[in-house]
């Protein structure tokens, strides 16, 4: 059997396909979300506050 790469996680900050490139804008509202938050923000959490940002554009 070949070895195949384990499936992308989403929770690992290692992982390179996690990777984000964010503007000065969305990196703000991120920092300002998990400050009042007090926690890391889940994937989908990010995903939601940059489609929200997106959506105000």
């Given amino acids: 059997m070949p070895d195949s790469p384990?499936?992308?996680n989403?929770?690992?900050p290692d992982d390179?396909?996690?990777l984000m490139i964010?503007?000065?804008?969305e990196y703000e509202v991120l920092r300002k979300a998990r400050?009042?938050?007090q926690?890391?923000?889940s994937r989908a959490q990010v995903e939601a506050l940059?489609?929200?940002?997106?959506?105000?554009s």
């Fill in 39 to 41: 926690d890391d923000l």
């Fill in 10 to 12: 989403d929770d690992d």
């Fill in 35 to 37: 400050e009042e938050q």
């Fill in 16 to 18: 390179i396909e996690s």
């Fill in 22 to 25: 964010l503007s000065p804008e």
């Fill in 6 to 8: 384990p499936p992308p």
């Fill in 50 to 56: 940059l489609a929200a940002l997106e959506d105000r």
